[in-house]
């Protein structure tokens, strides 16, 4: 008999909901730093974003790379060979020991020049760079927990990945806010705090996924800890695949830190505006990275089986997913900006009202973009599921990287307002979007398997 269920979103929404919950769960703790933050001041309130980019900045690389091993492990699923999905995982533990140490060295010695290029304000510059140094610790950390947390989306055993993340938050969110404000005797941190907070709270959910990686079912089932052995075929095809998708995302998030540093150059209050606007963008943005990774890993089993009609239908249910969602946020947005944007209330200043027009401005503008942007975001995760990772790369660094320097030269040379500078990132979602949707269409991707 044949289940009509597959590639529909009665399938998909099981497998989506535990990524983008546990994914929110990470960015409700960003979140709370911040919103703690506030509290003390539009600096540390600006700092805490940028600080928090430049460190996806520097393990992006890693990141993209270990990203890719959910839908590899999906398609040997598919495949019926999981034994070899799971030494990929293996191979995924060796990088993740090999790469993030070298990786928080140079993030840790090239911060200051990075952030001394945009001539920041003194006390933004200082809070930026002791957020992030301290943030950084968290690189090695993140990425074992990359590695465990990708194997369990390409089985599409998702809960446990929100299990993890939900233990780190409900240690960082009292943590946090004693370190920041110095309660029951302990000292005040202030930013310092917020980081601090952060890094501890990282380590529950690697010890929480890598026991279950390990538990008696996993080993009998999948042969989990068989020994880890380096396989260079493996190794390979893991870095084959995943080095674009590295690379996408290294260059995607250096070109948003460019646009963000010219939008924090132009003042105090224009960065505090901007993050309150990216604050919120981020945390319903982050659903839609769930559906990408979600639908990519089914995409993944389905190629991996031959079935080209199942996966095409997988990625639909997405999209309409995804319109569904962005309908709602841009309703949400529209409707409540003025409250969304007074929740991250500064000390009383000079600049509070200012501060509060702009990011008014900014969230309106957002509701004219959201729905595009949920699109290319979906449409990326299923490109990259069926391995069509290098043409992802090209465009959209090409895209990211055009749009933050007319930005750039704009501002400086033509002396462009914040809200032109705004307008600009909208030019350039709406772009994605269009040129992502003409490569789904075209289904080159259904021929597309990484595996062989």
Known sequence: MKDNSRGSIKELLPIAFPIFFSQSVDVLMVFTDRYFLAGLGKEELAASFTGGILYYLICNLCFGILGQIAPIVAQYRGAGEMETGVRTVHQGFILALVLSPLLYLIGYNSS????DFFNHAEKLHENELKYFRILSLTIMIA???????????????????????????????PVTYILIFGKFGFPKLGIEGAAIGTVLSSIFPVIILGINFFKKKNREEFKTSTSFKYNKELTFKLVKYGFPSGIELLLNVSGFFFFSMVMYSY????????????????????PL?????????????????????IALKSAWSALKIGAMYSIIITIVYFSFTEHLVSIFSTPEDQGRKEVYLYANMMLKISCIYFFFDAAYSIL????????DTFWVMVVSNSIMWATA????????YFQFTPIHSWLSLT???????????IRFLQKKWLDRLMIR
Do not use: H
């Not at 030019?427 to 949707?437: A, E």
């Open 112 to 115: 200051p020049y990075i952030l």
């Open 143 to 173: 990425s074992i927990r990359l590695v465990f947390a990708n194997f369990f989306i390409g089985i599409g055993k998702t809960r446990i990945v929100t299990l993890g993340a939900l233990s780190a938050v409900i240690i960082n969110i």
């Open 267 to 286: 003042s105090s209050e224009v960065a505090a505006a901007t993050s309150i606007v990216l604050n919120w963008d981020m945390v319903c943005f982050i």
């Open 289 to 309: 990275i769930g559906i990408g990774q979600a639908v990519g890993s089914l995409i993944g089993k389905y190629l991996g089986e031959e079935e080209k009609e």
């Open 380 to 387: 990326g995760g299923i490109l990259r599921g069926a391995g």
């Open 405 to 412: 320097t007319t930005v750039y030269l704009t501002k400086n």
């Open 427 to 437: 030019l350039m979602v709406f772009s994605l979007c269009i040129i992502f949707m």
